[in-house]
Each structure stands twice: as structure tokens, then as C-alpha cells.
């Protein structure tokens, strides 16, 4: 597992009280924002306190950060469907100025058996264009992460119905030999 993916999986368990079910959060990763090609890694959707669309870019490195920086386009195609960015990174890797305006800062925890990332810079809550292309390729992600789950899950399933098969006829013949009459 990548150290970007690492950092992504943290994320979404800072969102992901453990045992807590979905908490009235939809989390997505690499949604494509409408009227583009340009993906976030994981898109927030919230009706609790926090109330609305938060965009994260998930940044492990240095030379990734400045990659972003370098290519405004890709932020820009989110930011009038969200309520907040969020550039995600472990510490150092982004200087709080370096910020394109408007824009949060999370780091993870520094503890291991700590899940809450720390909010190094507040992002700026506007209110985002809610149109029927974002609502699409939204339901579409959502629908394609349904889809997922349910055929890793009939996967697991027929692996699982094959292996207690397997071992089933091993103990059936295992049981024949048994009982077999002895040859001279």
C-alpha cells in the first residue's frame, strides 16, 4: 500500500467513529467533479455539524504538493461544488502560507492509536453549486461503490462455499477409507 492510500484510509477513519455505522456521512474516493476529467481522493459528504460538500487532496510528499500548486486547474474544478478543500498531508510536507486562499490543512496523528487528524488551518465553508451534474456523478459513484461491495462480497462468498465444499469431500472420503473393508 502506497503512503498516499496509508494516509487515505487514515482519513477516512478520522470520519469513521469504529463501530459507529455511517454517522449520517457519505464518504467517496476519487470522485470526478463535474464538466471535467479531474478527481478528488475523497469527496465528504456530511449532515451533521459540519454540515456539507468537503473536497480532500491527499498529499504524501513534498514533490506531490508541489505538483498540485503547479496545476491550479485541478482544484479550481471542484471548488464551486464544495463548502470546503482540504489539502491532507503528514507534517512538513505543507507550509500553512503555501495555502491557495480559502483553502484547510489536516494532518494525521502523530500517536498511533490515534485516529483524529489535527486542523493546522481552517478551511473557509462557502456554499456550493448543487447541480444535477455534481447529484449524478455523485449517485453514479455511490452506485458503483454499492456494486463493488456486492460483488466482492458474492466473491468472498463463492470462495468460501468452494473451500467448506473441498473440505467436505476430503472428509467424506477421509470417512469412506475409514469404513472401507481391509484387502489381504
Not at 28 to 39: D, G, K, M, N, W
Not at 129 to 155: F, K, S, W, Y
Not at 158 to 171: F, M
Request: proline letters at 7%; one cysteine or more.
Amino acid at each position: 500500500m502506497s503512503h498516499t492510500d496509508v494516509l487515505l484510509q487514515a482519513l477516512i477513519g478520522h470520519y469513521r467513529r469504529p463501530n459507529r455505522g455511517r454517522d449520517g456521512q457519505l464518504l467517496l474516493t476519487e470522485v470526478t467533479a463535474p464538466h471535467s476529467t479531474r478527481r478528488c481522493d475523497l469527496l465528504r459528504m456530511s449532515t451533521g455539524r459540519t454540515r456539507g460538500i468537503d473536497i480532500h487532496e491527499v498529499k504524501a510528499s513534498r514533490g506531490d504538493w508541489r505538483r498540485e500548486l503547479a496545476d491550479p486547474d485541478k482544484a479550481a474544478a471542484w471548488l464551486p461544488y464544495c463548502s470546503r478543500m482540504w489539502v491532507v498531508a503528514p507534517p512538513g510536507v505543507v507550509r500553512p502560507e503555501e495555502l491557495p486562499h480559502g483553502w484547510g490543512l489536516m494532518e494525521p496523528p502523530t500517536l498511533a492509536r490515534r485516529r483524529r487528524f489535527t486542523t493546522v488551518v481552517q478551511a473557509n465553508t462557502r456554499t456550493p453549486q448543487l447541480t444535477p451534474e455534481l447529484m449524478v456523478d455523485i449517485a453514479r459513484r455511490v452506485d458503483n461503490v454499492r456494486l463493488g461491495e456486492i460483488e466482492r462480497l458474492h466473491q468472498e462468498h463463492r470462495e468460501e462455499i468452494a473451500r467448506l465444499g473441498a473440505a467436505h469431500r476430503k472428509d467424506l472420503a477421509a470417512e469412506r477409507r475409514r469404513h472401507a473393508p481391509a484387502t489381504a
